[in-house]
């Protein structure tokens, strides 16, 4: 009937069908549903295509797609948000499957970082491994690193990676930085040599800029347009620094921000070091950044000075402090406003709380009794937040409610978490990377298990439920005649499961 229809009744007139289309474009799903049960020429109408496809853009969901992808946009938005109800339900009701990514020949764990459900793990034997929890069966590469200054055959201890959309970098304890590409295989397609350890390591998230701090000298690595890598910069900096990143979605050369005990620089290579916030005797004790701003914690003795300490919101256009947030005896240990929704950001403490604050207002909204110990990674969305413990217990939180939803404990510190619409990645860290007992000789694994630390992959979607719930062991091919997780030599090669 749709094609037949040329006019539509509006009470006493009749309206062209395209001036009936945008009067019914202001309605929104409740009244487009009302509508519909007016005529059959009203529910004609209110069915619209382009209805449905505006209302499903503004939710947010599909917004890649074009309007001829879809037959019925009406059912598409249906079932997106019924996803997007089931997905919260299984996130407050910890519904879902648990895998361990943990990697067994008696290596201990030394750092973790995630993006987009890619986890990337770097251990004190020198290797360096990926898991893509996003393919259940996918197999841990090693990233082959290059040899360092020592003796051939050996590597050094991994201190730092990190991970984007398109690289993979791991710096070294020899000073050693080496970078892979995810689309070209195994084989570093750079690497670089500092004289002494490396202390910081930054990745851009959407770019391929690597900012690296050893010492007292902050260097800038990033590839020219025709894929050579070079150094647009390298920065002396006064003192030793302890945060680096680099700051997102910048056009032309990268933008890096470190701080460094007291002073907070801002990196250009137009402009090297600019200071942007510098106080005597108040370090900074946590950073992070977004595109546009950036947020860092400083101790200022309020002990001594009866002056709390906080998180100072600057601007890095124009370099201007925009507000003091936080009112807390303790220090503030981790600070996240990249992932954060808009005018938010969350911090964790020492002082075992957990605080989410706003911006605008320049006051907490919230604050939660979180952690045994200090907090030491934090993240949140528009309802809740997911907050790691210096003593292995991870939280799940409902923001608006203020109530713990619920925990996870392991060992070590969590020093990783990251999470999306259906997945959570943690990684817990232990803090010792060389245990007593364990055994001077490489090739002895004999590392208790309780000493090397271990990353959790939580899937909520209940599409990879049934798959996921499987034990590793039994999602084996049984190619190989070693088992998965446990080191089982299999008698028998059984069929495919």
């Known amino acids: 009937f749709q094609n037949e229809i040329n006019e539509v009744p509006f009470f006493d007139v009749q309206l062209p069908y395209e001036l009936a289309l945008k009067i019914f474009q202001y309605l929104g799903k409740a009244e487009l549903g009302r509508c519909a049960q007016v005529s059959r020429t009203w529910k004609i109408l209110a069915e619209d295509e382009v209805l449905w496809y505006r209302l499903c853009q503004e939710e947010g969901y599909l917004l890649d797609m074009s309007i001829s992808d879809h037959s019925c946009w009406k059912l598409a938005l249906k079932n997106c948000r019924a996803r997007e109800h089931m997905l919260k339900n299984n996130w407050k009701n910890r519904v879902g499957a648990v895998s361990q990514l943990r990697y067994e020949p008696g290596r201990v764990l030394c750092d973790v970082h995630s993006c987009d459900g890619v986890v990337m793990a770097g251990y004190t034997s020198g290797e360096v491994r990926l898991w893509d929890t996003r393919t259940w069966d996918y197999r841990a590469p090693v990233l082959e690193a290059a040899q360092g200054p020592g003796a051939a055959g050996t590597l050094a201890q991994v201190s730092f990676v990190r991970i984007n959309s398109s690289l ?22 750079h690497h670089f040599q500092h004289n002494q350890r490396i202390q910081a390591l930054a990745l851009a998230p959407g770019g391929t800029a690597v900012a690296t701090a050893s010492a007292f000298e902050v260097k800038l690595e990033s590839p020219d347009d025709k894929g050579f890598w070079q150094t647009p910069a390298t920065f002396e900096i006064q003192k030793l620094v302890n945060f680096l990143n680099l700051v997102p979605d ?21 402009d090297p070091g600019k200071v942007l916030h510098s106080v005597y005797g108040q370090p900074v004790t946590c950073l992070d950044v977004s595109a546009r701003e950036a947020a860092f914690g400083v101790k200022t003795f309020g002990w001594l000075l009866n002056e709390p300490n906080q998180i100072l919101l600057y601007n890095l256009e124009t370099n201007q402090c925009l507000t003091k947030v936080g009112n807390s005896m303790g220090d503030f240990s981790c600070v996240n406003l990249r992932d954060s929704p808009p005018n938010m950001l969350v911090a964790g403490n020492k002082d075992r709380r957990v605080r989410v604050f706003d911006v605008r207002r320049g006051e907490a909204v919230c604050s939660l009794y979180a952690h045994q110990l200090g907090v030491t990674a934090v993240q949140m969305d528009e309802w809740k937040i997911v907050s790691g413990g210096e003593e292995g217990l991870l939280c799940v939180w409902d923001q608006r409610m203020g109530t713990k939803l619920w925990e996870m404990h392991a060992r070590h510190p969590v020093r990783h978490v990251w999470f999306n619409s259906h997945s959570l990645i943690t990684a817990n860290v232990p803090e010792e990377k060389n245990p007593r007992g364990s055994s001077i000789t490489d090739d002895d694994p004999s590392v208790h298990r309780k000493y090397r630390g271990i990353i959790y992959s939580y899937e909520f979607s209940v599409d990879h439920l049934a798959v996921d719930s499987v034990l590793p062991i039994c999602r084996s091919s049984y190619d190989e005649v070693t088992g998965y997780n446990y080191n089982i030599g299999l008698a028998v090669p059984y069929d495919n499961i």
């Open 250 to 270: 910048v056009t032309g050369s990268a933008v890096a921000v470190a701080a460094a005990e007291d002073i907070v620089y801002l990196l250009k290579a137009e």
């Open 168 to 189: 993979a970098v791991a710096a070294y304890e020899d000073g050693t930085v080496s970078v892979w590409s995810l689309l070209f295989g195994r084989e570093p397609i």
